[in-house]
């Protein structure tokens, strides 16, 4: 009796935790399939420049703008008040409230310039030399020179907003504004470049989320494209040309039959209307489409997609043991089978059996309970509590 009760206290409260867990975590999926095995379309895109490097200060410059990284905890007000701007217009800038935090690392777009400190930005894509000069770079900072780092840009549009894409300046990157519905690998496409150069260099965090109104810098390409069409092989290249039958010979004599003619010896074919399918080892216990599927450590069971009144049957003949409810006060049933096999449903009302009931395969033993959606849990386990998967025994 009282492994019974430890029994039946187990199946209900994992039942009930289970009918309670109706969401799946996706969060740490990839939906980019383009980056599966055998994927080449990156390997096509140009070459890029090594990323820039920021300044002491957290600031990237160039002639036509600059952006400025986010430390740990920093908001953009505390960034604001760090640069020595006005917070509103940072924001502003940036499609943001000066309120938001920022992750570390992050990249904005600053609405006017700051003093920065010297800092080569590799536009050729080598690195640094020792004695601070770098091979075949361009010295930004030679370019923006300490009046453009104390006056506002006169390509920079009123208000502080930037423009989709900057025109080309000599010396610089372009820089895009992220419109609605745009992703970093739609951009990357647009501009030909990798989708991990352009969150190198934009600091994108590892699941590659930008914003609407984020302003990215472009990576600089080094080189073009590989050309993804092998080089046509010339007219007349290649192998020779097998030459053809002569029409001088007779073709050889050989006997056709008609089509349609059965060759001697031939069985007949069998009689598929005869045949007999096996039943599955249970009846599905609502009508509806399975929306959650069996997992040994998340969801030991099914969940079954019914409307809210339809019947919930017996998967297979046995015996009543528990009616009760879960912690939302749907209603519980568990049927003993033959085999010490056990079947749960959850998610019922109007229970039309009681405990101690003999009950047929497909017999009724109440209704789906209203939901959103409304299903039912059903589960396969044996009296030793451990759990299989249901669809084994329903196809």
């Known amino acids: 009796m009282a492994r019974t009760t430890r029994f039946r206290a187990g199946i209900l409260m994992g039942a009930g935790a289970l009918a309670l867990s109706g969401c799946i975590d996706t969060g740490a999926l990839d939906w980019d399939l383009r980056r599966g095995a055998g994927d080449t379309s990156e390997a096509a895109r140009q070459a890029t420049a090594a990323a820039p490097t920021p300044d002491a200060n957290g600031i990237i410059s160039y002639p036509g703008y600059q952006m400025a990284t986010a430390r740990r905890g920093e908001t953009v007000a505390t960034m604001a008040g760090r640069l020595g701007m006005n917070p509103e217009e940072l924001a502003r800038t940036n499609a943001l409230r000066?309120?938001?935090?920022?992750?570390?690392?992050?990249?904005?777009?600053?609405?006017?310039?700051?003093?920065?400190?010297?800092?080569?930005?590799?536009?050729?894509?080598?690195?640094?030399?020792?004695?601070?000069?770098?091979?075949?770079a361009i010295d930004v900072t030679a370019i923006a020179t300490t009046a453009l780092d104390t006056a506002a840009p006169a390509t920079r549009p009123a208000g502080g907003a930037s423009p989709a894409a900057s025109k080309p300046v000599a010396g610089q990157p372009l820089t895009h504004r992220v419109a609605r519905g745009e992703t970093a690998f739609t951009i990357a496409r647009t501009y030909n470049v990798s989708a991990k150069a352009l969150a190198d260099w934009n600091q994108l965090g590892?699941?590659?989320?930008?914003?609407?109104?984020?302003?990215?810098i472009i990576p600089v390409a080094t080189g073009p494209a590989p050309n993804p069409e092998p080089v046509p092989t010339p007219p007349g290249a290649g192998s020779p040309t097998p030459e053809p039958p002569s029409a001088k010979k007779p073709l050889p004599d050989e006997k056709t039959e008609p089509t349609g003619t059965k060759p001697k010896g031939t069985p007949p074919s069998p009689d598929l209307g005869a045949a007999k399918s096996t039943p599955s080892k249970m009846a599905m216990p609502a009508s509806g489409k399975i929306i959650r599927g069996y997992d040994a450590k998340k969801n030991q069971g099914i969940d079954i997609a019914a409307a809210a009144g339809s019947p919930v049957v017996a998967a297979e003949a046995g015996t009543v043991t528990v009616i009760s409810s879960d912690t939302t006060g749907k209603g519980i049933v568990i049927i003993r089978h033959p085999g010490d096999l056990l079947t749960v449903y959850v998610g019922l009302n109007g229970m039309t059996v009681k405990k101690g009931d003999t009950v047929k395969r497909g017999q009724t033993i109440g209704k789906v309970a209203p939901g959103d959606p409304p299903f039912v849990h059903f589960e396969v386990r044996n009296t030793s509590k451990q759990s299989f998967d249901p669809v084994g025994y329903l196809q």
């Open 98 to 136: 000066a309120t938001d935090p920022l992750r570390e690392g992050e990249m904005l777009l600053l609405p006017r310039r700051v003093a920065a400190s010297p800092q080569p930005v590799v536009i050729g894509g080598s690195a640094p030399m020792a004695g601070g000069g770098t091979a075949g």
């Open 206 to 216: 590892p699941d590659m989320a930008v914003r609407e109104g984020q302003t990215l």
